[in-house]
């Protein structure tokens, strides 16, 4: 079955960076958009980051363009997450999310289905 496995979370001050990590199985994760996407306290589920199968083309909220950078190691089956510049509003939890098989041609970036236990991120202002 699909497992998605956050770490990496933490408390750090505004402006800090942190490197989140996602450690999949259960599926061929090299075949699959994947995605990061975060719940603030209060608030719904947010798309952050998506990347595509193969690691050449990356997506990103307006809201962390710029800071944060999506990557993938399909040797290691793991997706990251490097977290730049952060600010009090990236105060989430931060989940893992698998996507779109990419060979799908109606396939968005945008779009998952399954998503791990999350991993906690809180910026002190």
């Known amino acids: 079955q699909v497992q998605l496995v956050e770490s990496g979370g933490g408390l750090v001050q505004a402006g800090g960076s942190l490197r989140l990590s996602c450690a999949a199985s259960?599926?061929?994760?090299?075949?699959?958009?994947m995605c990061w996407v975060r719940r603030a306290p209060g608030k719904g589920l947010e798309w952050v980051s998506s990347?595509?199968?193969?690691?050449?083309?990356?997506y990103y909220a307006d809201s962390v363009q710029g800071r944060f950078t999506i990557s993938r190691d399909n040797a290691k089956n793991t997706l990251y997450l490097q977290m730049n510049s952060l600010k009090s509003e990236d105060t989430a939890v931060y989940y893992c999310?698998?996507?779109?098989?990419?060979?799908?041609?109606?396939?968005?970036?945008?779009?998952?289905?399954?998503w791990g236990q999350g991993t906690q991120v809180t910026v002190s202002s």
């Open positions: 990347i595509y199968s193969d690691g050449s083309n990356t």
């Open positions: 999310a698998k996507g779109l098989p990419a060979v799908v041609p109606t396939a968005t970036p945008y779009e998952y289905d399954r």
């Open positions: 259960g599926f061929t994760f090299s075949s699959y958009y």
